[in-house]
């Protein structure tokens, strides 16, 4: 596709399950971000990829959450036991180079987890 | 440590006149300065970015924001509003140099008056 594809892009499930999201980032990016969107905030990241590698994994929460982008490609967030508060929106962005700085960042539209 | 404040939440206009959407930031280092703009069921979209050149920066869509160092500001602004620019827009900084992180603002939300 022409554009990052993240799915589901909704997803209502109860609380205390394991939830997974997908992220296909555009062909060729080699970074690979995931942010988070709480209602009426900015969103705030967790991990960034540079090929297989988490870099930089200190926005993820707690150990609940894992990341995982085994062929440099398609990456999956990971929750496990999920509460009420990780109800947000989930974003994913790619980018041809690593760093905002030099590389524009390519958002999906975002995965909405909602958890009961 | 880094951090912006989008001093207004909401911002209305009327079609045809100026936009000014503000934003200060606060940053250890030598920061990069970004506004991204999200259109309803859209992904974020970059509008400009400041890294180090000309402190005045144009953007897509008649977009342009001005650094000023000794405002710690980076105000977005644009001439005339069109109906297509309702949206909301974040105000970002990140590290220049390392840090690969992006700090967003809390978002305003731009609405055109017809």
């Given amino acids: ?116 | 440590a880094q951090s912006v404040t989008q001093l207004d939440s909401h911002v209305s206009v009327s079609e045809g006149t100026p936009v000014l959407l503000r934003c200060n930031y606060s940053s250890s280092y030598s920061p990069s300065l970004f506004w991204y703009v999200q259109h309803p069921n859209k992904g974020l979209q970059l509008l400009l970015k400041y890294t180090s050149a000309a402190t005045l920066v144009k953007g897509i869509n008649g977009f342009e924001a001005e650094f000023k160092k000794s405002e710690t500001s980076f105000h977005l602004t644009k001439p005339s509003a069109h109906m297509s620019d309702a949206a909301e827009y974040f105000c970002v900084v990140s590290r220049r140099f390392g840090n690969e992180k992006l700090t967003f603002g809390t978002g305003t939300r731009l609405t055109i008056i017809p």
């Fill in chain 1, 1 to 116: 596709g022409a554009g990052v594809s993240q799915t589901p892009s909704n997803k209502v499930t109860e609380k205390g399950k394991y939830v997974e999201l997908r992220c296909d980032p555009i062909s060729g990016h080699t970074a690979l971000y995931w942010y988070r969107q709480s209602l009426g905030q900015g969103p705030e990241f967790l991990i960034y990829f540079q090929g297989t590698g988490a870099a930089d994994d200190s926005g993820l929460p707690n150990d609940r959450f894992f990341a995982v982008r085994p062929e440099g490609s398609v990456s999956t967030l990971k929750i496990q036991r999920t509460e009420r508060g990780d109800s947000a929106v989930y974003l994913c962005a790619s980018s041809l180079s690593l760093g905002p700085n030099t590389g524009e960042l390519f958002f999906g539209e975002g995965s909405r987890l909602t958890v009961l």
